[in-house]
T-cell receptor, first 112, second 117 residues
Framework: AQSVTQPDIHITVSEGASLELRCNYSYGATPYLFWYVQSPGQGLQLLLKYFSGDTLVQGIKGFEAEFKRSQSSFNLRKPSVHWSDAAEYFCAVGAGGFKTIFGAGTRLFVKA | EAQVTQNPRYLITVTGKKLTVTCSQNMNHEYMSWYRQDPGLGLRQIYYSMNVEVTDKGDVPEGYKVSRKEKRNFPLILESPSPNQTSLYFC?????FGGGSLVETQYFGPGTRLLVL
């Protein structure tokens, strides 16, 4: 069955430091992959998505993610975190047909 | 302004009393979807619709119904709500599945917080 694992329930990063949020998926074929962010002020937003082609995808707010088929991973990265990035982040996989399966989320805390 | 609206935003009801949560988008999007969010479980998809009169089950469809009679509206119906349907519900729309092309995105409603007593 398709599934998404986000191993870190929460992560704390200092402002200005780099960030990597982990995501592993289980899916038989080439997946559609997504990262979403949920913050109190802006609700839910789609950050970026991977369908095919270039395995490094750029998103909004300076985020990027890299699809690694051999590791079944789609980790989210940002070179320098801002306090406004504190939020909950969800990884998701397009799981056959037009269904989406989400991970349980990683809450990001940003230290001043 | 492009938006997805949901009503009501907050609802308290009792077990077994039928309710409908409305969802409407003004962007002529083909794909619409309902999700529920519960602590520790993240988001789970309930139903989705590829276009008018085309709907299909997501991950957790039990206890829910949907309809898509018009492109802009995608109501979520709980025929006989139970306490385990207490949750935060989100509706979303996009040009097609996954937000369409890489330059297109998915829009979410503000959420409906439901409490079933």
């Amino acid at each position: 069955a398709q599934s998404v694992t986000q191993p870190d329930i929460h992560i704390t990063v200092s402002e200005g430091a780099s960030l990597e949020l982990r995501c592993n998926y289980s899916y038989g074929a080439t997946p559609y992959l997504f990262w979403y962010v949920q913050s109190p002020g802006q609700g839910l937003q789609l950050l970026l998505k991977y369908f095919s082609g270039d395995t490094l995808v750029q998103g909004i707010k300076g985020f990027e993610a890299e699809f690694k088929r051999s590791q079944s991973s789609f980790n989210l990265r940002k070179p320098s975190v801002h306090w406004s990035d504190a939020a909950e982040y969800f990884c998701a996989v397009g799981a056959g047909g037009f269904k989406t399966i989400f991970g349980a989320g990683t809450r990001l805390f940003v230290k001043a | 302004e492009a938006q997805v609206t949901q009503n009501p935003r907050y609802l308290i009801t009792v077990t077994g009393k039928k309710l409908t949560v409305t969802c409407s988008q003004n962007m002529n999007h083909e794909y619409m979807s309902w999700y529920r969010q519960d602590p520790g479980l993240g988001l789970r998809q309930i139903y989705y619709s590829m276009n008018v009169e085309v709907t299909d089950k997501g991950d957790v469809p039990e206890g829910y119904k949907v309809s898509r009679k018009e492109k802009r509206n995608f109501p979520l119906i709980l025929e006989s709500p139970s306490p385990n349907q207490t949750s935060l519900y989100f509706c979303a729309s996009s040009p097609s599945f996954g937000g369409g092309s890489l330059v297109e995105t998915q829009y979410f409603g503000p959420g409906t917080r439901l409490l079933v007593l």
